[in-house]
Structures are given as C-alpha cells and as structure tokens.
C-alpha cells in the first residue's frame, strides 16, 4: 500500500552478511516474503499486477466489495502487489525490520504481530474510505510492514533505547519521514501506513506483556 524508495548504505552489506552466516535464520520472516514473491508471480502469470481488474479478483481490497460482506480482502491485500517495484521496496524494508523483531519476540508472535497488524492497517485505510466517500481499490503489505516498525519502535524503549546496532531516535526518526512521505505522495495509502504504525506498537506491548510482568524485556 505503499512505496518508500531508500538510499544505498554500505553498512547494510555487513547485515546482510551477518544474517547470511547466522545459524539461526528467520525463517518466519522469509516465509513471509516468499508468500508475497509467490502470489505476485502467480498474478503475473494469470494477467499484470498493473491491472486493477485483475489485481480485485485475486482479491485486492475495494470498498463497494467490501460493503458487500467480502471482509477476506482486509486480509488477502496485504499479500499483492501493484508491479515490481512496489514488491521491491516492501519486501527490502520487511527483510530488515522483520530480521530484528522475529529474533527478539520468536516466529508464533512475529507472525501475530504481522498479520493482525496487516489487517488492522487495512480496516484503518478501509474506514476512512468509507468516511471520505471513496472507492478505493488497495493491495500492498506495507500496512504490515509498518506494524512491524511500530512494534520495533516499542521493542527498542523496552531494551532501553537500542536494539544490537539500532538506536530509538534513529528508527524513530525513519518512521516519522516514512509516514510524512506516505501521506505527501500520490497513490500511497498514507491511512494504512499510520494504521499499521498504531496498531503494530499497540500488538508489541500486548505481546511482551509476559515478558514484563516476568521481569524480561
């Protein structure tokens, strides 16, 4: 749902390596991209991801069919992708964030954190059509991808402010710009990204509430 084009930075390359020879991969998180890469060739290959007609029957999100009680698409839209380059910039984004967040909350609650996250960016986008009276047709997972943000943002202040190499004003300030510019740019569904945001940081603190009152962070 949305597009956020970022600058080459050669400390990413020492990441990459290190999440190459870890031993403990995460594979929640790669499944979770491989889903994506998967349904966006499957679309491809039955028509283009260009097409909105095509992208509404393998189950894009659209008001008036919302309306009509077809609630799945809340769900199904964060898993397709108009053209490569949408896929590309969320897929990147979520390779990094998801890294850091599955390892330090394990797969059972990254993947709830993903999901739930997901669908409530959606409802959030989907109610404020319905407020403003548009007939949107959406698809993209960055609503999850910022739920994951949201709850990194939330994992950070629990450890303390840093998180291994990442600092809260750095993350922090990332999100800031990556919502401002979701909301300045045509075609972006700046509402899912907040919403995703919201209710990412709210699923994290629900999620570590075992953690706290145990005494781990």
């Not at 491809?44 to 992208?55: I, K, R, V």
């Not at 960055?142 to 709850?151: E, Q």
Request: some cysteine; aromatic content about 12%; glycine content about 12%.
């Amino acid at each position: 749902m949305g597009y956020g084009p970022g600058q080459y930075d050669s400390s990413n390359e020492d990441i990459i390596d290190r999440m190459i020879k870890r031993k403990d991969k995460s594979w929640a998180n790669l499944c979770l991209i491989g889903v994506n890469l998967l349904l966006f060739l499957l679309v491809e290959l039955t028509g283009s991801t260009g097409d909105t007609a095509q992208m509404i029957r393998w189950g894009a999100a659209y008001t008036p069919l919302i309306q009509a009680g077809e609630y799945y698409r809340l769900f199904t839209c964060m898993f397709l992708h108009f053209g490569f380059q949408h896929l590309l910039n969320n897929m990147l984004l979520l390779f990094f964030l998801g890294d850091y967040v599955e390892r330090f909350i394990g797969k059972v609650r990254y993947l709830i954190l993903y999901l739930a996250g997901g669908f409530l960016a959606s409802l959030f986008s989907y109610l404020q059509d319905l407020q403003q009276g548009q007939d949107t047709v959406s698809a993209g997972a960055s609503g999850a991808v910022f739920a994951v943000l949201g709850g990194l943002i939330v994992l950070i202040l629990l450890h303390r402010g840093r998180l291994e190499d990442l600092t809260l004003p750095r993350v922090l300030i990332m999100a800031l710009l990556s919502l401002w510019v979701g909301f300045q740019s045509v075609g972006v569904d700046g509402f899912a990204h907040l919403g995703g945001f919201l209710a990412g940081a709210a699923l994290m603190l629900l999620l570590k509430l075992p953690d706290l009152f145990s005494g781990r962070r």
